[in-house]
């Protein structure tokens, strides 16, 4: 079936630095990738989406890349600040589906 | 634009009792999503309307959960006789297909958090 994992569970870094969650997806046929980030008692926050057709996309402090060729997704998180401290989720959606499917998540911590 | 409003935030309901939520979506958006959370996981799809059609349903949703949107606004979701394994924090979601075609960007509430004892 389709699924949407994360490497890693649990990401700690330190104030200041760079962080990189990573995603792996399973349905080559997605066109569609999005990064929600979920503070604790909240509902996901979108922070950034991309295309299939596109490899990489900016926001502000925040960059996703695609690698379409091993099905990978990653979130980098410039100058990681204590507020940016949630779980982080990756999500796809099929190249006919209206639904987005989720992975399981990447908790971030920081430390100051 | 006040955002996703869910409501209750919280419930606690004795197993075998059925337990209604409300979700009303940002004005304008006809579509509303509904996804169900349990700790440590990513939200799973339950269902989804377009106006007041539900369009699709998980095959992972029981005959005990029914959902309905029937002015295509607010939407309520229903599970009848509940059992322990229905607590979870329900979700729901809403985006526009008007903004842009194929709009996937899904703006969530912050859910209802369902516990059955």
């Known amino acids: 079936g389709e699924s949407v994992g994360l490497h890693l569970p649990t990401l700690s870094v330190q104030e200041g630095d760079n962080s990189i969650i990573n995603c792996a997806y399973s349905?080559?046929?997605?066109?569609?990738f999005i990064w929600y980030k979920q503070e604790s008692g909240k509902g996901p926050q979108f922070i950034i989406d991309?295309?299939?057709?596109?490899d990489k996309r900016q926001g502000q402090r925040v960059t996703v890349l695609l690698n379409k060729t091993v099905k990978h997704l990653s979130l980098q998180i410039a100058a990681t600040q204590p507020g940016d401290s949630a779980v982080y989720f990756c999500?796809?959606?099929?190249?006919?589906?209206?639904?987005?499917?989720f992975g399981a998540g990447t908790i971030l911590r920081v430390k100051s | 634009d006040t955002g996703v409003s869910q409501d209750p935030r919280h419930k606690i309901t004795k197993r075998g009792q059925n337990v209604t939520f409300r979700c009303d979506p940002i004005?304008?958006?006809?579509?509303l999503y509904w996804y169900r959370q349990t700790l440590g996981q990513g939200p799973e799809f339950l269902t989804y309307?377009?106006?007041?059609?539900?369009?699709?349903k998980s095959r992972l949703l029981s005959d005990r959960f029914s959902a309905e949107r029937p002015k295509g606004s607010f939407s309520t979701l229903e599970i009848q006789r509940t059992e322990q394994g229905d607590s979870a924090m329900y979700l729901c979601?809403?985006?526009?297909?008007?903004?842009?075609?194929?709009?996937?960007?899904?703006?969530f509430g912050s859910g209802t958090q369902l516990s059955v004892l």
């Open positions: 004005s304008e958006h006809n579509r």
């Open positions: 309307f377009q106006n007041e059609a539900q369009l699709e």
């Open positions: 991309i295309r299939s057709n596109m």
């Open positions: 349905n080559s046929a997605s066109d569609y």
């Open positions: 999500a796809s959606r099929g190249e006919y589906g209206n639904k987005l499917v």
């Open positions: 979601a809403s985006s526009s297909t008007f903004v842009r075609k194929f709009n996937e960007k899904l703006f």
